[in-house]
C-alpha cells in the first residue's frame, strides 16, 4: 500500500512539473540593431541657396552718332578682345566735319596771328602818344576775341575727331559679344533711332550673386565683414556650385562682396561670389546652387542623420549603454555634414548610437548590436576621431 501511494506521489508531482513549464513565460529575444560610435572633429558648417550667375562686366554696346551701320566685324556669340572693332558706321559726314573744322582752325590761328602783329605796331604807337588809349584798348581786346576764336575752332576739331573715332565701334574689355540688334544699312545712333547695337559680358570670372535672410545676415555678419576686409590673394576659395543638370561645377568661388543695404521688399540682402571660368561654360543667367561656408565648429559631435529621432520637435538619439541597453538622450540638432549631422548634449566622443532598429529598441530594453555598415560598404569609425587642430584660415 505504500508504494502505491508513493507511485502516486510521483506521478503527482510529474504532472505539475510538466504544467508547470507548460505555463512558464519564455523570455524574448534581444532585439537586433546596429550602432556606430560618436565621431568628433572640427567642422566647417556651410547653407545652401539658389543664386543667379552675372558677368563680371556686361556693357550694352551702343552707337553714340547717328550714322548708318556700315560693317560687323564679329561673330555672334564669339570671344572678342579689348579694342576689337565690333562695328563700323559710314564715316564720310564725320571726315568731312572734321575736315571743316581743321580749316576753321587753320584760319582762326592766321587771322590771330595777324591780329598779335597788329597790337605789337599799336602798342608801340600807344606808347609814343601817336594813337590814343581807346584805339590801343580796341586793338588788344580784338586781339583777345581771335584768340578765343582759336581756341573754341580747336575745341570743335576735337569734338569731330571724338565723333569720327566713335564711327569705330570697339570691345570695351575682352568677353563674348551676343546677337546684334542691328543691320548693315540700319540708321543707329541715340535720339529714338537704333541705339543698342549688342551686349558684351566678361565671363572670366563669373559673378554668383545669391541672397540671405535678415536672420541668416546677423548670424554671420562678423564673418562677411572680416572676409571682405581681406585682400583678394588672401580669400579661399570655399564656394561651390551645383548647375542645372545636377553636375557639380569643378572650379570653386571666392567671396567677392555683401551689398549695402537689406532690399526692403524681400528683407534678403545679397551676396555676391566669384567663381573661375576659363573653359566659358558658365554664362550670365544660369540659375545654380550655391554652398558657402557660415560657420566653424571645433570639436563638433557628428552621428549618422539616420540616428536620430523626432518627438515633438525634441530630437533623440539613443545610445548604447555597457549592459547593452539603450538610453534616449536628446540632442540639440546642428548643420548637416554628407549623411552625418552635428548634435550637441549629454553625449561623448566614442559613444556609441542606434542606427537600424531605432524603432523597435526602447529604452531600458536589451540589444543585440552589431556596427552599422554606411551606404557605400565603407567600414564605420572604430573610436572617435581626434579634433583635428582649428585652422584660421577655415572661414576665409
Keep these: 500500500m505504500l508504494s502505491r501511494i508513493s507511485a502516486v506521489a510521483i506521478l503527482a508531482a510529474l504532472s505539475l512539473c510538466i504544467s508547470c513549464k ?17 565621431i568628433q572633429s572640427d567642422v566647417l558648417a556651410t547653407s ?31 570671344a572678342v578682345k579689348k579694342g576689337d572693332t565690333l562695328f563700323t558706321i559710314d564715316p564720310r559726314p564725320f571726315q568731312a566735319a572734321l575736315a ?30 601817336v594813337i590814343s588809349e581807346q584805339e590801343y584798348q580796341t586793338s588788344y581786346q580784338n586781339t583777345q576775341a581771335a584768340l578765343a576764336t582759336v581756341a573754341a575752332s580747336q575745341a570743335s576739331v576735337q569734338s569731330a575727331q571724338v565723333n569720327l573715332d566713335y ?35 566678361q565671363i572670366d ?28 590673394d588672401q580669400k ?58 557660415v560657420q566653424e565648429i571645433s570639436g563638433a559631435l557628428l552621428v549618422p542623420q539616420k540616428a536620430m529621432v523626432e518627438m515633438q520637435g525634441v530630437f533623440f ?11 534616449a538622450v536628446s540632442v540639440k540638432v546642428g548643420p548637416p555634414q554628407g549623411q552625418l549631422r552635428v548634435v550637441s548634449g549629454a553625449l561623448q566622443a566614442g559613444e556609441k548610437v542606434v ?17 552599422y555598415q554606411p551606404p557605400g560598404g565603407s567600414a564605420p569609425a572604430a573610436a572617435a576621431k581626434p579634433a583635428p587642430t582649428a585652422s584660421p584660415e577655415a572661414t576665409k
Excluded at 545652401?48 to 552707337?63: M, P
Excluded at 542606427?355 to 556596427?371: D, N, W
Design 355 to 371: 542606427v537600424e532598429g531605432i524603432e523597435k529598441a526602447r529604452p531600458g530594453m536589451k540589444v543585440s548590436a552589431s556596427p
Design 100 to 129: 571743316q573744322a581743321e580749316a576753321d582752325y587753320a584760319s582762326a590761328v592766321a587771322k590771330a596771328q595777324l591780329q598779335q602783329i597788329t597790337l605789337q605796331r599799336q602798342t608801340q604807337l600807344y606808347q609814343t602818344k
Design 22 to 38: 507548460k505555463h512558464a513565460p519564455e523570455e524574448s529575444a534581444p532585439v537586433k540593431v546596429t550602432v556606430t560610435p560618436i
Design 205 to 232: 570670372p563669373m559673378k554668383m550673386n545669391f541672397f540671405i535672410t535678415e536672420a541668416e545676415y546677423l548670424k554671420v555678419v562678423d564673418l562677411l565683414q572680416r572676409v571682405q576686409s581681406l585682400p583678394a
Design 317 to 327: 538619439v539613443s545610445v548604447l549603454q555597457p549592459d547593452d541597453t539603450v538610453k
Design 167 to 201: 564711327c569705330t565701334i570697339i570691345a570695351p574689355f575682352d568677353g563674348v559679344a551676343g546677337v546684334a540688334q542691328a543691320q548693315i544699312g540700319d540708321l543707329v545712333g541715340p535720339g529714338g533711332r537704333v541705339s543698342n547695337l549688342t551686349q558684351c559680358s
Design 236 to 293: 579661399k576659395a570655399r564656394f561651390t556650385l551645383e548647375l542645372a543638370d545636377g553636375s557639380i561645377y569643378p572650379e570653386l568661388g571666392t567671396f567677392d562682396f555683401f551689398n549695402r543695404q537689406v532690399n526692403v521688399s524681400t528683407g534678403a540682402i545679397q551676396i555676391t561670389a566669384l567663381f573661375p571660368n576659363p573653359n566659358g561654360v558658365l554664362r550670365p543667367g544660369l540659375f545654380a546652387k550655391v554652398t558657402a561656408p
Design 48 to 78: 545652401q541657396w539658389v543664386g543667379l550667375l552675372d558677368g563680371f562686366q556686361n556693357s550694352n554696346i551702343q552707337a553714340q552718332v547717328t550714322g548708318y551701320l556700315l560693317t560687323q566685324n564679329y561673330k555672334e556669340g564669339s
